[in-house]
């Protein structure tokens, strides 16, 4: 069993940063792969970037390549997404899961089986 908590959501004004991070608890939380999810209001959830379990690979959508970065600390069992030059359009609830699949998969919510409660970001003047 995997427990996931976000943190560090908030209120941004267009071109701001936020960090998200992501506390994965229980036997599996090193050897899955993570990833950030986000849905915005009447939209359905997407995925934003994800990190394999070494964090030896990474995919991001094409709308925050070169903005967002993942990474993961295996020492502290946590995943940060670093959020830079923020949008209105990026605007939602945050969510990360796991996988604990062997294989890296595509970074869809339907490949992920663990989630956790999610954490409101806005980005807003």
């Known amino acids: 069993q995997l427990r996931l908590v976000e943190s560090g959501g908030g209120l941004v004004q267009p071109g701001g940063s936020l960090r998200l991070s992501c506390a994965a608890s229980g036997l599996s939380a090193r050897r899955s792969a993570i990833g950030w999810f986000r849905q915005a209001p009447g939209k359905e959830r997407e995925g934003v970037s994800c990190?394999?379990?070494?964090?030896?690979?990474?995919n991001y959508a094409d709308s925050v390549k070169g903005r967002f970065t993942i990474s993961r600390d295996n020492a502290k069992n946590t995943v940060y997404l670093q959020m830079n030059s923020l949008k209105s359009e990026d605007t939602g609830v945050y969510y990360c899961a796991a996988d604990t699949a062997l294989v890296f998969k595509q970074c869809v919510p339907q490949e992920y089986d663990y989630w956790g409660r999610g954490t409101q970001v806005t980005v807003s003047s």
């Open positions: 990190i394999s379990s070494s964090g030896g690979n990474t």
